[in-house]
């Protein structure tokens, strides 16, 4: 059904100036890396590590010619949709700010601007943690005259540009926050670094359900979440379905995990796919708020992990093998990091940020420690379950 849908998209919008006439077979050799992406995607992950259309897919995100840009309705900051001639999507955030620019101490999370190398580097660390629960984010070059300003039809955003004092083509759409001209996307003079990530199925074909965390924050400058005033929070949480039975619990743990060791605060709401139901893995989508301040860690972000003092084993033993010498964390995604194209103008994290995730990692396994020492079922062995799913769930693919 969903090959048959996206050919008969491919062909009609074959007939639109710009798209290129594909042809597509039963074969998968035939199909573009971005519709193997979405027919790879599992009951426990986006993609597999081993499968190697990911670096296909990446390389052709760096590199596709763009067809079109439109503003994406939605959340609080500009962000852009990109077409390719291939009828692929990617979700484009710009650079707003310079790569070590560290967040205002002032400025309450909800506040912070979003970060286009932050968005690469989660990427990387979900990877690297085994997670596989990130869409591929590639980082890219591009001209913003040539790119957005010639082929975007949304009026919204082609009002917007305008050329700065200094000589740089300029634009800001229009969102919630940051979208004027006292805080433009601004190219020099026309190149811009962006982060573009791949585009999930559509709606109609995969139907997401997206989530309140039990451990969102308040966003209020005054009042605290219920969860930072009852330190027994979570066995309240543990006896609410979905969290009271499955994997979800150790699901949400493993986000914040991840969050802790990017400095993500902002993670009010997680989603999943509609088919695997209950029992599936969390998207650990949008991540432009994350590797925002090196120089200091938030331990409430942890608060899931030390309440319910519960975590896999596959994801403690992939913790534990990061904190060795010869893996070490900053070592390994400094590596992963230098893989991307836009690595060659600068490193996507600064030494401190990457010094900052062999702490964080020091302070969760701490964590786990201590749950040990209080309690005795703190390790949820997931290791023969999942070897057991994977080869079952090869047949529910996507």
């Not at 805080?183 to 573009?196: A, N, Q, W, Y």
């Amino acid at each position: 059904i969903e090959l048959m849908f996206y050919t008969s998209h491919q062909q009609s919008a074959s007939k639109e100036e710009g798209y290129d006439d594909m042809d597509w077979t039963s074969d998968v050799e035939t199909y573009p890396p971005w519709l193997r992406f979405h027919l790879g995607i599992s009951r426990w992950e986006l993609y597999n590590r081993k499968d190697p259309n990911l670096a296909q897919l990446t390389h052709y995100l760096a590199t596709q010619r763009i067809l079109g840009a439109v503003q994406k309705t939605g959340g609080t900051q500009l962000k852009l949709l990109i077409s390719f001639p291939n009828h692929g999507q990617a979700l484009l955030k710009p650079m707003k700010q310079s790569r070590d620019t560290e967040t205002d101490v002032n400025l309450f999370y909800f506040s912070d601007f979003e970060r286009h190398n932050a968005e690469i580097s989660a990427f990387h660390l979900d990877r690297l943690l085994g997670f596989n629960r990130i869409p591929p984010v590639v980082g890219r070059l591009m001209n913003v005259t040539a790119d957005i300003r010639e082929k975007t039809t949304d009026h919204k955003v082609s009002r917007t540009f305008f050329t700065s004092p200094a000589g740089n083509v300029c634009f800001y759409g229009q969102c919630e926050y940051y979208c004027s001209t006292e805080h433009p996307v601004c190219g020099r003079p026309h190149l811009l670094e962006v982060s573009l990530a791949a585009i999930l199925p559509d709606l109609s074909l995969a139907p997401r359900r997206s989530w309140r965390s039990p451990w969102r924050r308040s966003y209020s400058r005054t009042k605290l979440a219920q969860w930072e005033k009852n330190p027994n929070y979570c066995d309240s949480v543990k006896q609410t379905p979905p969290y009271s039975q499955g994997t979800r619990l150790v699901d949400l743990i493993d986000m914040a995990v991840l969050d802790f060791l990017m400095s993500n605060m902002d993670r009010h709401h997680y989603e999943t796919f509609e088919k695997f139901g209950n029992e599936t893995f969390l998207l650990h989508l949008d991540n432009g708020r994350a590797f925002g301040r090196h120089s200091q860690d938030e331990p409430s972000i942890l608060a899931p992990l030390q309440q319910c003092c519960r975590i896999r084993r596959s994801t403690l033993l992939r913790l534990r093998l990061l904190a060795l010498p010869d893996f070490r964390l900053s070592d390994v995604m400094r590596e992963s990091l230098a893989q991307d194209p836009l690595a060659d103008a600068a490193p996507l994290l600064s030494e401190a940020h990457l010094s900052a995730l062999d702490r964080r990692l020091a302070a969760v396994l701490q964590v786990v420690h201590t749950c040990q020492e209080k309690h005795t079922d703190v390790i949820h062995d997931d290791l023969d379950r999942y070897d057991q799913d994977s080869l079952t769930d090869r047949n529910t693919k996507q």
